[in-house]
């Protein structure tokens, strides 16, 4: 069982920016794949990004590209989603999860393991 916490959702606006982190309570952790998926009201939980942690491989979705990263630091367990250029559209509960292996997925059924969320909104 792998335990994730995310932190550092709040209100900001367009154009500004936020880092959401994402603490794995497990060091095996570092071999999984981590993602980042957001829900809007109304709306099915989709895909942001993920990186393999071992590889250092990362995918995004084409909506975040060049404005959303994500890294990860080994020695905390963490992985980050550095978000800027954020738009109203971005406003959703930012979910963190995690699965087993390298390959970055991004069929959110294919994550084993999920955060509590945090809320991200932008104001206009």
């Known amino acids: 069982q792998v335990q994730l916490v995310e932190s550092g959702g709040g209100l900001v606006q367009a154009g500004g920016s936020l880092r959401l982190s994402c603490a794995a309570a497990?060091?095996?952790?570092?071999?999984?794949?981590m993602g980042w998926f957001r829900q809007a009201p109304g709306k099915e939980r989709e895909f942001v990004g993920a990186?393999?942690?071992?590889?250092?491989?990362?995918n995004y979705a084409d909506s975040v590209k060049g404005r959303f990263t994500i890294s990860g630091h080994n020695a905390k367990n963490t992985v980050y989603l550095q978000m800027n250029s954020l738009k109203p559209e971005d406003t959703a509960v930012y979910y963190c999860a995690a699965r087993p292996g390298m390959l970055v997925i991004t069929d959110r059924t294919k994550y084993d393991y999920w955060g509590q969320g945090t809320q991200v909104t932008v104001s206009s």
């Open positions: 497990d060091r095996t952790a570092r071999s999984y794949t």
């Open positions: 990186i393999s942690w071992s590889g250092g491989t990362t």
